[in-house]
Structures are given as structure tokens and as C-alpha cells.
């Protein structure tokens, strides 16, 4: 199956005299559990836990609440992974590293289940997650990229604050910022203002921001092409004050983990994102945040919401699942959906939302539930092998010119 890249826009919105200012060394908050009137809940600390090597291991604790809100001391929960390939789960909870990658791991008591995200990955330095960050969003073309990439202070980077060699600041607004933000920017330990109005960044919101301890400032608001929903994750980031997600292709429901958060703004795209009547009271509690927002109805929502397929041959796959999110923005289960394509001459789709690529072009994939129904956007492209690219590259500069050759256009 080839990889599929998302594409799409988000933006997030925040007033211009809200410059981060640094922290002191208070700790973040704890965290706050969230269940409809009338269900217990699971919830599951840390719910995101890093282990940097294989073989290692560290432990999850979960609580459950019962429906009057109080603790149940002595609950039983089943722990399971996701995938035991990535990392093993006991019966107490510990998790021990397998391979590197990422994978969920559940916490169930009786019919309700929590779950926590998994990631077996090298740790890196915050000069190397700035590495990233800049090649990922095109640093040669920024506007203003003094310093970065030298060996000068962190600090001396443009845009970027810095104590002690950690990265406490990123204010790059109106920079030319041109592509997706990577998920190891969430290694940022003691992140407390991430600035990026104004750019052309795109692709989904990172669920690996939501590992930051001490963000309290996240403002994206001015980058259209960001898209797909916000990661429910998000709902755990500590100290989050100030959200801006206005003027976006971000689309659903706000997650309802959100109400965790004790934000003083938030403002988000009124014709994309919408609010589930659970957080109705939460968002209107917000000092400063939308006045004429919309509450959620039943969707079906496609994920990715749009496929980029480079293939080198014709008939490579690739999939595409749907949920249909109700009005609380829950997720139904076992809902029944039927799958489409706008043109098969281009890509099929089957049953279960595997697309096949047929020819190169343009389509559309529709789901389809009950009277609901989401499409994604379907490009098909031919795929360069290395060595046609080298070929191009031997004809495109004069290569039977070359001093040596030597081997070029061989077999």
C-alpha cells in the first residue's frame, strides 16, 4: 500500500498583544476527566508517554469515575495495545517498548474504554527539532531565517526564545512558513507560545502537540491550507490558554476532551468547526471566543479528508476510512457506510474504503450514511523511480558532456 499524503487548510486566529511571555517553574495542572451525565469514565495518566529506545518500559495509571463523580477506589481495568508489534501492555498497566512507532493503548472498565497513545521514538535535541521544523516548512525561502541552522544560541534564532538551550518560544508570524507542521515540533519540552499566524502551513494539526507541558499560547490562525479536525489529544495540553483555529479549513466538532481546558480565548472557523451541545456551557464560559457558533448535527467525516498518490505503477492502493459523528460528537459505532467513486476510469473504492488507482488524474471518493455523506479529493500522479530521475537529470545537463560518466545510463 503507498503512503497518502493530507492536504488541506487550517488557520487559527489570536490578538496581536498576546506575545508569550515566559514562565516561571510552576507545574502544569493536572488533568481534568470529562463523561457524559450518568457514565462513568476512564481516564488514563500520562496520556501520551514517550519511551526512546526498545526494551524499555514505563507505566500508565488509570482511574475510574463513576457517574456521580466520584473516584471508584478499588475498579478493575483490562489494559490492551493496539499493536503488540510497537509495544507490550500488562495487566498493571506497565508498557514495554517492541519497535519503534506508535500505537494505542486501551484502558477498559465494563463497557467503557479510555485509551492513550504509545510512541517508541529516539528522543532529539531542540536544535534538532528546530532542524526539522525549518526544512519541513521550507526555511531557505522564509522571509527571515537569520541564524538558523549556525551554531549561535537558540536564542539568537529568529523568532525563537531560548533558556538554558530550550526552546521556551516560537513567534514566526508572516514569515512564509510553506508546509506541514512536523509531529516531532511536540519534543518541545518547555514550549510555553507557539506564534505561527499568517503562513501557508497545511496538513492536519499534529495530535503530537498536545505532549507539550507548558504551552499555554497556540496561535495558527491565517494558514489556509491547514485542514482535517482538531486532534482530540489536544484536550490534555496542561496549561492551554489561548487557542486560535478562525479562518481555517478545520472542520467536525470540537473534541469533547476539550473540556479539560480552561481557556480564556478561543477562536475558531464558524462554517467548519462546530460545538457539541455537551460543550455548550464550556465554550460559553470562555471570556473571549465565538459569539454565533454552531452546534453540532450527525456527519459522516472522511479521514484523510483528501489523498495525494504517487505511484509508480497503476493499481496501487490506498485507504480512506469514515465515522459518522453524532450531534455530541461521539463517534457511532458499527454505523453502515457505502462507498463511491466519481469516476472509476480514475480510482475504484471498495467496500471497506481501500481506493485502487486505475489512471492518472483527478476524482472524488463520497461516503455515504443513511443521508449523510463527505467526499475526498483523489490525485493520482506518476511516481519517478531513482534511476528514471537520475536519467532526466544525465539528459536535462548536458551528461555526454560530463568529464566522467562513468556508469551513467548503465545497467
Given at each position: 500500500?503507498?503512503a497518502?499524503?493530507?492536504?488541506?487548510?487550517?488557520?487559527v486566529?489570536?490578538?496581536?498583544?498576546?506575545?508569550?511571555?515566559?514562565?516561571?517553574?510552576?507545574?502544569?495542572?493536572?488533568?481534568?476527566?470529562?463523561a457524559?451525565?450518568?457514565?462513568?469514565?476512564?481516564?488514563?495518566?500520562?496520556?501520551?508517554?514517550?519511551?526512546?529506545?526498545?526494551?524499555?518500559?514505563d507505566?500508565?495509571?488509570?482511574?475510574?469515575?463513576?457517574?456521580?463523580?466520584?473516584?471508584?477506589?478499588?475498579?478493575?481495568?483490562?489494559?490492551?495495545s493496539?499493536?503488540?508489534?510497537?509495544?507490550?501492555?500488562?495487566?498493571?498497566?506497565?508498557?514495554?517498548?517492541?519497535?519503534?512507532?506508535?500505537?494505542?493503548?486501551?484502558?477498559?472498565?465494563?463497557?467503557?474504554?479510555?485509551?492513550?497513545?504509545?510512541?517508541?521514538?529516539?528522543?532529539?535535541?531542540?536544535?534538532?527539532?528546530?532542524?526539522?521544523?525549518?526544512?519541513?516548512?521550507?526555511?531557505?525561502?522564509?522571509?527571515?531565517?537569520?541564524?538558523?541552522?549556525?551554531?549561535?544560541?537558540?536564542?539568537?534564532?529568529?523568532?525563537?526564545?531560548?533558556?538554558?538551550?530550550?526552546?521556551?518560544?516560537?513567534?514566526l508570524?508572516?514569515?512564509?512558513?510553506?508546509?506541514?507542521?512536523?509531529?516531532?515540533?511536540?519534543?518541545?519540552?518547555?514550549?510555553?507560545?507557539?506564534?505561527?499566524?499568517?503562513?501557508?502551513?497545511s496538513?492536519?494539526?499534529?495530535?503530537?502537540?498536545?505532549k507539550?507541558?507548558?504551552?499555554?499560547?497556540?496561535?495558527?490562525?491565517?494558514?489556509a491550507?491547514?485542514?482535517?479536525?482538531?486532534?482530540?489529544e489536544?484536550?490534555?495540553a496542561?496549561?492551554?490558554?489561548?487557542?486560535?483555529?478562525?479562518d481555517?479549513?478545520?472542520?467536525?466538532?470540537?473534541?469533547?476532551?476539550?473540556?479539560?481546558?480552561?481557556?480564556?480565548?478561543?477562536?475558531?472557523?464558524?462554517?467548519?468547526?462546530?460545538?457539541?451541545?455537551?460543550?455548550?456551557?464550556?465554550?460559553?464560559?470562555?471570556?473571549?471566543?465565538?459569539?454565533?457558533?454552531?452546534?453540532?448535527?450527525?456527519?459522516?467525516?472522511?479521514?484523510?479528508?483528501?489523498?495525494?498518490?504517487?505511484?509508480?505503477?497503476?493499481?496501487?492502493t490506498?485507504?480512506?476510512?469514515?465515522?459518522?459523528?453524532?450531534?455530541?460528537?461521539?463517534?457511532?459505532p458499527?454505523?453502515?457506510i457505502?462507498?463511491?467513486?466519481?469516476?472509476?476510469?480514475?480510482?475504484?473504492?471498495?467496500?471497506t474504503?481501500?481506493?485502487?488507482?486505475?489512471?492518472?488524474?483527478?476524482?472524488?471518493?463520497?461516503?455515504?450514511?443513511?443521508?449523510?455523506?463527505?467526499t475526498?479529493?483523489?490525485?493520482?500522479?506518476?511516481?519517478?523511480?531513482?534511476?528514471?530521475?537520475?536519467?532526466?537529470?544525465?539528459?536535462?545537463?548536458?551528461?555526454?558532456?560530463?568529464?566522467?560518466?562513468?556508469?551513467?545510463?548503465?545497467?
Amino acid at each position: 500500500m503507498i503512503a497518502a499524503l493530507l492536504a488541506g487548510p487550517l488557520l487559527v486566529e489570536a490578538c496581536q498583544e498576546d506575545t508569550p511571555v515566559a514562565p516561571g517553574d510552576e507545574g502544569a495542572p493536572g488533568l481534568a476527566a470529562l463523561a457524559a451525565d450518568g457514565e462513568a469514565r476512564v481516564v488514563i495518566e500520562p496520556h501520551w508517554l514517550t519511551l526512546d529506545t526498545i526494551g524499555v518500559s514505563d507505566t500508565l495509571a488509570a482511574t475510574v469515575i463513576g457517574a456521580d463523580g466520584d473516584t471508584i477506589d478499588d475498579a478493575s481495568v483490562t489494559w490492551e495495545s493496539a499493536d503488540t508489534m510497537i509495544a507490550k501492555v500488562d495487566t498493571a498497566g506497565v508498557v514495554t517498548s517492541v519497535e519503534f512507532g506508535k500505537t494505542k493503548v486501551t484502558a477498559t472498565y465494563d463497557s467503557v474504554t479510555s485509551y492513550a497513545t504509545v510512541e517508541v521514538a529516539k528522543r532529539l535535541t531542540d536544535r534538532e527539532i528546530l532542524e526539522i521544523f525549518y526544512e519541513a516548512t521550507g526555511g531557505e525561502d522564509w522571509t527571515e531565517n537569520e541564524n538558523w541552522l549556525s551554531d549561535e544560541d537558540l536564542d539568537d534564532w529568529h523568532g525563537v526564545s531560548a533558556r538554558q538551550g530550550e526552546v521556551s518560544g516560537l513567534s514566526l508570524d508572516d514569515n512564509n512558513l510553506v508546509g506541514t507542521l512536523p509531529p516531532e515540533l511536540g519534543g518541545l519540552d518547555e514550549l510555553f507560545g507557539l506564534v505561527l499566524r499568517y503562513n501557508e502551513l497545511s496538513g492536519p494539526i499534529p495530535a503530537e502537540l498536545s505532549k507539550f507541558r507548558r504551552l499555554r499560547d497556540m496561535f495558527v490562525s491565517g494558514n489556509a491550507g491547514i485542514t482535517g479536525r482538531l486532534p482530540p489529544e489536544l484536550g490534555y495540553a496542561g496549561g492551554l490558554e489561548y487557542l486560535s483555529v478562525d479562518d481555517t479549513d478545520l472542520s467536525g466538532p470540537v473534541p469533547l476532551t476539550f473540556a479539560n481546558l480552561e481557556l480564556t480565548r478561543f477562536y475558531f472557523d464558524r462554517e467548519g468547526v462546530c460545538i457539541p451541545a455537551a460543550l455548550e456551557e464550556w465554550v460559553d464560559s470562555i471570556p473571549q471566543t465565538e459569539d454565533d457558533y454552531q452546534l453540532c448535527t450527525d456527519q459522516i467525516v472522511i479521514d484523510p479528508p483528501s489523498l495525494y498518490l504517487e505511484v509508480h505503477s497503476l493499481g496501487d492502493t490506498a485507504r480512506l476510512t469514515a465515522a459518522v459523528i453524532d450531534a455530541e460528537g461521539d463517534t457511532v459505532p458499527d454505523a453502515e457506510i457505502a462507498w463511491s467513486s466519481g469516476d472509476t476510469a480514475i480510482a475504484t473504492v471498495d467496500s471497506t474504503g481501500l481506493v485502487a488507482t486505475v489512471d492518472y488524474g483527478t476524482t472524488e471518493i463520497t461516503a455515504t450514511s443513511d443521508s449523510l455523506a463527505d467526499t475526498a479529493r483523489v490525485e493520482i500522479v506518476f511516481k519517478l523511480s531513482n534511476r528514471q530521475v537520475l536519467d532526466s537529470l544525465y539528459r536535462a545537463t548536458g551528461g555526454e558532456n560530463w568529464t566522467d560518466t562513468t556508469n551513467w545510463l548503465s545497467d
